[in-house]
């Protein structure tokens, strides 16, 4: 299994970002999907997280109302589209694979992670 985020850059506070992730080697069809990100010298964050048909969402208090995540199972690909970015969601953000169908903001819960991709919001 390979999975490999896409989609970072820098972009100005206000600004959106959609990340991919690329994954390989797995069908998605039957496992939840999880956001993270990690900023420097903090611990991993969970984002948010959408069951494997795609019917429950769950998001941090952090990026409710913000960030949407989805997933396009015909293409194997999560997302997550960013808007209203602030300097605060500076981070490095990864995609997670967990082996349950549902599954909760919890790094234990994710079996395969992905190389990340940056994220700096920045003026």
């Known amino acids: 299994v390979q999975l490999q985020a896409s989609g970072g850059g820098l972009v100005q506070p206000g600004g959106s970002l959609r990340l991919s992730c690329a994954a390989s080697?797995?069908?998605?069809?039957?496992?939840?999907i999880g956001w993270f990100r990690q900023a420097p010298g903090k611990e991993r964050e969970s984002l948010a997280e959408i069951s494997r048909l795609g019917g429950s969402t769950h998001y941090s208090d952090s990026v409710k109302g913000r960030f949407t995540i989805s997933r396009d199972n015909a293409e194997s690909t999560p997302l997550l589209q960013m808007n209203n970015l602030k300097p605060e969601d500076t981070a490095v953000y990864y995609c997670a694979i967990s082996p349950y169908g549902v599954a909760g903001p919890y790094v234990a819960e994710f079996d395969y992670w992905g190389q990340g991709t940056q994220v700096t919001v920045s003026s």
């Open positions: 080697g797995f069908i998605l069809d039957y496992n939840a």
